[in-house]
């Protein structure tokens, strides 16, 4: 027998295969809104992203800026019509309760790094508001080198990681407020403390130069967000809520696209006008000037789009499709 004829039997001879599950395909479909999502720890922005987008059947979905895998809390999430708005997001202020652990430093600056130094903790209540205070206002900071900011394409924890350290420029960002909400003096020592800040700020960052602005060191072992711009987290949801619910009630959760633009005046237009304004058109308006402006036609909920008022003419800045106005939810 030849070895083609042996395959041929042995074949002939197995038993046959079960065929393979069919793979179910998502029918995705136009959705537009913000999904304000509690991001458990464990999981990164992106991949809660592409849960949320699996669970609403999204096509077009994008965050509003990274937190961490061990941080938690507000995570705004944009579908449809909401991403052309998501820059607003990025650049708002943010809110933050942070857990420092006093006495112990270590190499990422939170609990996940190998501890560096420990050093005793003489602190009271006075010294920690004295730091909190030395730290607030406009600030210089360096980003750390575990963070996802990029040099030459690749995250700078990627280059950490292989022990590559990478000359970083220090930025200005300002700390609004600081707040202490909780002090623990007995071992381990933690201060628990409430930031508003300006994009861009790494709390892991301000914890360690509190730190040694009190000379014992500190390192983040908690991290949770409470507010982004006019956003916050009491009207969040979690991912393990929204999979429990009927597919049909998940829409129900999204914001409209405009809670994105909660803080800028509102602009109504009329029909002709209105239809001027999405073909990018500047239209005449009887409004001072603003910087940014959200604009509607005359329909409640009919955004077109965002601008802003320069000599009393009315300039589109993003714009909505006719298809995402006519989309939107009443």
């Known amino acids: 027998m030849t070895e083609l004829q042996a395959t041929a039997a042995n074949d002939a001879a197995a038993p046959a295969r079960a065929p393979r599950p069919a ?17 458990p720890p464990g999981l990164s922005s992106n991949d809660a992203l592409q849960k949320a987008k699996w669970l609403l059947r999204a096509e077009k ?12 809390g507000l995570l705004p999430l944009c579908f449809g019509a ?15 309760r942070a857990v420092l652990r006093l006495g112990v430093t270590t190499r990422t600056g939170d609990a996940e790094g190998e501890v560096l130094r420990t050093r005793p903790v003489q602190v009271d209540r006075a010294a920690l508001e004295a730091a909190c205070a030395r730290w607030t206002g406009p ?20 280059y950490a990681r292989d022990g590559v350290e990478i000359e970083r420029a ?10 202490i909400v909780d002090w623990q003096h007995e071992s381990p020592e933690t201060a628990t403390i409430d930031v508003r800040c300006s994009k861009g700020t790494y709390v892991r960052t301000l914890a360690e130069d509190i730190g040694e602005t009190l000379g014992c060191g500190a390192h983040l ?28 009630e998940r829409a129900a959760c999204l914001l409209r696209p405009d809670s994105l633009l909660a803080d800028w005046p509102a602009v109504r237009l009329e029909a002709s006008e ?57």
Not at 61 to 72: E, K, Q, R, W
Not at 225 to 236: I, N, Q
Not at 241 to 247: H, N, R, T, V
């Open 61 to 72: 979905a994008g965050h509003t800026g990274t937190l961490d895998p061990l941080a938690t």
């Open 82 to 96: 909401a991403t052309k708005f998501a820059q607003v997001s990025l650049d708002a202020d943010k809110a933050y």
């Open 274 to 330: 209105a239809a001027r304004f999405l073909t990018g058109l500047r239209r005449r308006v009887a409004e001072p000037d603003r910087p940014h402006v959200r604009v509607y036609g005359p329909e409640l909920h009919a955004l077109l789009g965002s601008a802003h008022i320069t000599a009393g003419e009315l300039i589109a800045d993003r714009l909505l499709s006719p298809a995402e106005v006519q989309g939107l939810p009443n």
């Open 221 to 248: 072992v908690g991290l949770r967000r409470l507010a982004s711009g006019p956003l916050t987290l009491a009207s969040a949801i979690t991912l393990e809520a929204l999979e429990a619910m009927p597919e049909a």
């Open 139 to 158: 600030i210089r900071q360096v980003p750390p080198m575990y963070s996802a900011l990029k040099h030459e394409g690749k995250a700078l924890y990627e």
């Open 23 to 39: 793979r179910v395909r998502v029918q995705r479909r136009p959705v537009h809104g913000v999904l304000l999502l509690d991001k």
């Open 170 to 179: 220090a930025r200005e960002v300002t700390i609004h407020t600081l707040d």
